[in-house]
């Protein structure tokens, strides 16, 4: 599309004065059609030679993985391909669910000498998310017209469950920072059952000197421990209804998810294998424990655009599934969200076969504002009955809680900013202590 710029609407200006001389001199209006025909012919002829000779190439970067709900970096490189200078203004075109920084740049290209211009986005949905396009317009020569066109820069980006937060995490754990997240490095050396090495006794627990080794040496030692390894923990996520619940504007499902990949990457790292379940009312996607960062990839692709659905899910169903694919003691990690006594009870009916062979821990998402309801100060008819509200319904959390408890489940409830480390730290505990 050829576009005219305003120095061309100044020259078809500049017509004006002719027609108002006219008036003064008879006969010189006459000028103004051949002006206006030369006016408009150059805007013709340059613009067409500009869109024919095509100077510009725009190519987009990205990692082919995004982070949902976090900034991801985006570079376009605009390269001039012809012999003069060039002046371009680009706007790129982002998936419509992201939100984006400046999209919109102008500069002058040289020839032949690449300029980079960058941009973020910020997901708000995982799935496929399309950048549509790139559109750029370069001003034609003598300035007087815009080549405007469409590049064919479509590019389909997964957004992901929030992988930069496990690069955030391997970076404190590298400085010896996990503090940071309220976690404690751990070395898998001192606790467990798995025997990693001997050492000199120095007032240890007197149940770890090993007396035979002891002799050899003519000293005390003792053995040290480390955490089983090649153990298996299996994510097994509920994307029914009470994953639809929204906290801040973002489902309890993502949260979980979220949680998940960290946990998974722990788990990873600490030797163990990782499986996955995922369910409503049917099963939406399963992969056996294995070990490896390709396990974790794989998964990541299964649940990447997993989606919570208005249905109630069937635990019964989910885990008579599991229970016929997966014999061997595991730790299973349950996201729901038990609200109630009788969600729990039914929980517990549904899970009480397969608890007897496996660990289980269910994990729930909190949200913030039963926190600050709960601490409301009344001043008012409406505060009053929401702050009872709030107390309602955490007494409620409670009492699923304690049912959970009371079967024997393991259970962990945090908020959203809390619920990774927190996850992490449960699951290294029960490393430590040797339950699975």
């Known amino acids: 599309m050829i576009v005219p710029t305003k120095r061309f609407w ?3 200006a500049l017509g004006i004065p002719i027609a108002l001389a006219g008036a003064v001199v008879p006969g010189l209006e006459k000028l103004l ?3 206006d025909i030369g006016v408009f012919g150059l805007l013709l002829i340059t613009g067409f030679v500009a869109k024919k000779g095509d100077p510009l190439s725009v190519k987009r970067e990205s990692d082919p993985i995004l982070s949902v709900r976090v900034p991801n970096a985006v570079t376009l490189t605009l390269e001039n391909t012809s012999q003069t200078p060039v002046t371009v203004e680009v706007r790129d075109e982002p998936p ?13 290209l040289e020839p032949e000498r690449p300029e980079e211009v960058s941009y973020s986005i910020t ?3 995982r799935g496929e998310q399309d950048f ?8 034609a020569p003598l300035g007087l017209a815009w080549v405007q066109k469409e590049l064919p820069t479509r590019q389909t980006a997964r957004v992901y469950p929030n992988v930069k937060a496990v690069k955030e995490f391997d970076l404190l754990n590298q400085r010896g920072k996990l503090n940071m997240m309220g976690l404690r490095r751990t070395r898998n050396k001192g606790l467990g059952q ?3 090495s001997l050492r000199d006794y120095n007032e240890d627990d007197y149940r770890t000197i090993d007396w035979k080794a002891s002799a050899r040496r003519g000293k005390l030692v003792v053995r040290n421990y480390e955490t089983e390894k090649n153990q298996a923990v299996i994510v097994c996520v509920d994307v029914g209804r009470h994953m639809m619940a929204e906290v801040d504007g973002v489902r309890k499902l993502d949260y979980a998810l979220d949680s998940a990949l960290m946990l998974m990457h722990t788990a990873e790292r600490q030797g163990d294998q990782i499986g996955l379940l995922v369910f409503n009312d049917v099963i939406k996607a399963y992969a056996a424990p294995r070990k490896g960062r390709a396990q974790v990839a794989a998964i990541l692709d299964k649940v990447h655009d997993a989606q919570a659905e208005p249905v109630q899910p069937n635990y019964a169903a989910a885990f008579t599934y599991l229970a016929n694919r997966w014999k061997k003691r595991s730790l299973l990690v349950v996201f729901t969200d038990a609200e109630n006594e009788d969600q729990a009870t039914d929980l517990v009916q549904s899970l ?3 608890h007897r062979r496996h660990l289980l821990m269910v994990v729930r998402v909190a949200d913030p504002k039963l926190r600050e309801l709960r601490a409301l100060q009344v001043s008012d008819e409406r505060d009053m009955y929401a702050r009872t509200a709030a107390l309602w319904y955490s007494a409620d959390r409670k009492k699923a809680e304690a049912v959970l408890r009371a079967a024997g489940f393991h259970t962990l409830e945090a908020e959203p900013q809390e619920l990774a ?3 992490v730290g449960a699951y290294l505990r029960v490393k430590e202590l040797s339950l699975i």
């Open 132 to 139: 549509t396009g790139t559109h750029v317009r370069y001003l």
């Open 10 to 12: 100044a020259l078809v």
């Open 33 to 35: 059609l051949p002006y």
């Open 421 to 423: 480390s927190a996850l």
């Open 123 to 125: 997901p708000f949905e």
């Open 352 to 354: 009480g076969p397969i």
């Open 96 to 108: 419509a669910t992201a939100l984006a920084t400046k999209t919109a740049f102008r500069m002058k």
């Open 194 to 196: 798995e025997f990693e």
